[in-house]
């Protein structure tokens, strides 16, 4: 699984050793399964190291702590959707305001199917990180909801809270894949999509 595209390094310590990119990359992946299966506090380092095949002391050498590894996977989730989300936004806005949003849903659909395990850990253990990469994160999940807002406003219309409210919902949806994927990987992108689209059109409506 490629690094979910981590480029600072706030919080972490200045000596930390940075080792080769593949083998960062090998320790947030296992550590996403792991902390997925058991939760962030249910994983020890050790835990890491058995599942690494390295001793649980031997990942201080490439994290200054677990911490600053969930922190490394939380903030890298969330940067690397939203500089994503925002280049195919840009790529579509020629087509129009719709292509724009379908751009964004395709996006997100893909990563989520793609990444399941980080799609969890995102979800479940933002509490845990560390000051520094909890406010990261929360800015980062900001500009890309407004990234949705601006795109569903756009496309359906309908008042900034409503559309705030549709994107969260439809984040809800895409990312509940961790449980709900059944069928083919194609064949669930696709029904997700047009889920999601399908609810996001809905936004300016109201029942009677």
Do not use: C
Request: without cysteine; proline residues 3%; positive net charge.
């Amino acid at each position: 699984m490629p690094n979910p595209g981590r480029t600072a390094n706030s919080g972490r310590s200045s000596g930390e050793t940075r080792p080769s990119t593949s083998r960062r990359e090998q320790i947030l992946a296992v550590a996403a399964t792991q902390f997925a299966e058991r939760g962030f506090h249910g994983v020890s380092v050790y835990d890491l190291g058995a599942a690494l095949g390295i001793s649980g002391a031997a990942l201080y050498k490439h994290f200054a702590s677990k911490e600053a590894l969930l922190g490394e996977m939380l903030v890298g989730i969330s940067e690397r959707l939203l500089s994503e989300g925002q280049r195919r936004a840009d790529e579509a806005a020629a087509a129009g305001p719709d292509a724009v949003l379908q751009a964004l849903i395709g996006w997100h659909v893909e990563f989520a199917l793609a990444h399941p395990a980080l799609i969890t850990v995102q979800l479940r253990d933002v509490a845990s990180l560390a000051e520094p990469d909890r406010h990261s994160v929360r800015d980062l999940q900001r500009r890309y909801v407004e990234l949705w807002v601006r795109a569903i406003r756009a496309a359906v219309g309908g008042d900034e809270t409503r559309a705030r409210s549709a994107a969260h919902a439809t984040f809800g949806l895409i990312n509940s894949t961790p449980h709900s994927a059944r069928l083919r990987r194609a064949e669930m992108a696709d029904l997700l999509q047009q889920m999601a689209l399908g609810a996001l059109r809905t936004t300016n409506s109201r029942s009677l």
